[in-house]
Each structure stands twice: as structure tokens, then as C-alpha cells.
């Protein structure tokens, strides 16, 4: 999870450093965001890899010895909603198009 955390601050430090070199749209300024998001999104999918690899042995011994247990129910419904929610993560989203997605620019 800090992994997670340090490549939003990297990836929050990139976007400020970006906007202020570049205030206007620039297509090197946007890979350079990009990549920057993509390095949280990796670090976001390494989190979540590390998290099953470390969880999965146990919510299957503990699902197989009481399978209608509540506390089996209280795991199988925390497993389904991590899985849904790396999956909307990856879903697409759409894009926002219109005078409030335009950059501000800073000289005046």
C-alpha cells in the first residue's frame, strides 16, 4: 500500500512540474502525465497481486473448514468486493469534453 501512495505523490509532483513548464496543451506534457499514471496504476496492480497472494490461502482454509459460517459469508462478500472493485478500476471511463477540461493558463 505505501508503494501505491509514493507513485500518487510522484505522479501528483510530475502533473504540477508538467503544468507549470507547460501551460498550454502539449503532446510530450501529456505522455509525460501519462506515464506518470501509469506508474500508479502498475504499483495500484502490484498492491492488489501481493494482497490475493497473501490472502487467498487463508480465506480458502477458512471457506473449506466452515463453508456456511458467518464468518465464511463475512469473507467470500470482501473477496467479491475487492474483485469488483479492481475491475471498475480497469473499466474505461468516458471522457470529459467541454470548456471545464480546457488548461488554464498561468502566464498573463
Known amino acids: 500500500i505505501a508503494l501505491v501512495v509514493i507513485a500518487e505523490l510522484l505522479n501528483s509532483a510530475v502533473e504540477l512540474a508538467v503544468d507549470l513548464a507547460s501551460p498550454t496543451l502539449n503532446p510530450i506534457a501529456r505522455r509525460a502525465k501519462n ?4 506508474a500508479v496504476l502498475l504499483a495500484a496492480f502490484a498492491s492488489a497481486v501481493i494482497g490475493v497472494l497473501t490472502l487467498a490461502p487463508s480465506l ?14 463475512l ?3 470482501t473477496a467479491l468486493a475487492l474483485a469488483g472493485t479492481i475491475l471498475t478500476a480497469f473499466l474505461p471511463r468516458p471522457s470529459r469534453q467541454g470548456p471545464s477540461s480546457e488548461p488554464v493558463s498561468r502566464r498573463g
Do not use: D, K, N, Q
Not at 506515464?35 to 501509469?38: E, N
Not at 482454509?61 to 459469508?73: D, I, L, T
Open 35 to 38: 506515464i506518470a499514471a501509469g
Open 60 to 73: 480458502f482454509r477458512a471457506v473449506a473448514a466452515r463453508p456456511f459460517s458467518g464468518e465464511s459469508a
Open 75 to 77: 469473507l467470500a462478500a
